[in-house]
């Protein structure tokens, strides 16, 4: 099966051989068929090129390797291989509760209509605060993190809804639901990615 | 009438060469998944892809009757 990225590079192959042909030859533009091709050659393939290769790059933008590969976000990858399962993100990982390669993108993005789009605008600041700003230490959310996101996966499973912890208290699911009571920081799974503890701990060496 | 035909060729080997480096930017871009790599791609890609095509549009609509 060809991937995406190989129909994007025949394609960009394919582009570049048609246009060399029209800048050592433009002359067959002269011919109905050498417009066409120029036409083909010169407008419709460069832009199927580009929207591809945006999709292609804004695909990639998901993966956990690409927001690792900004210094600054080292330790959250550090904390991701935490030998605890009471680090929330570490367990999550290791446990593949989340996809493994897109692990940064499944827990913070805003599963609401045009989420995904906000996701990708807000990393497109991160990448000019970056380059062009100083960003804040310790880097902080933008807003408090909204129980939708653990929902989106963990309603209706049958650890959550039947959990001793959950139904201890009648009113402790409804109020989760409602975003009323924080998962992270209503004292339940507070320890998430805690970068500031991890020369303390001990990680996970992931067997080959 | 020959002078207009050169002019046109000029403008499409131009236009040509301005969208194989913009295809040249874009292959470079997608071997490295850093983001880098999409501001490269966005910025000078979409700098060669837009003179390229913009010239090209530019040489049909100059082109005489």
Known sequence: MIGPTAILSILIALSVTLI?????WPSITTTRGGKILAFLALFILPMLCAAMGASE??????QTQFCLSCHIMEPYGKSLYVDDPKYLAAAHLQNHRVRPDQACYTCHTDYVLYGGMKAKLRGLRHVYVQY???PS???????PYNNRECLHCHAGARSFEEGAVHNADPQTLPAVRANKLSCLSSGCHEVVHNVAQLDKVKFWKVAQ | MSFNGSQIERRLRVSGVLLILGLSVEATSLRW?????FLVFLFLGGLFWGGGILLYLYSLVSEGP
């Open chain 1, 57 to 62: 790059h804004l695909e990639r933008s998901k």
């Open chain 1, 20 to 24: 060399t042909i029209l800048v050592i």
């Open chain 1, 132 to 134: 062009l700003a100083t």
């Open chain 1, 137 to 143: 230490k310790p880097i902080r959310l933008y807003h």
């Open chain 2, 33 to 37: 998944s850093h983001p880098t790599a």
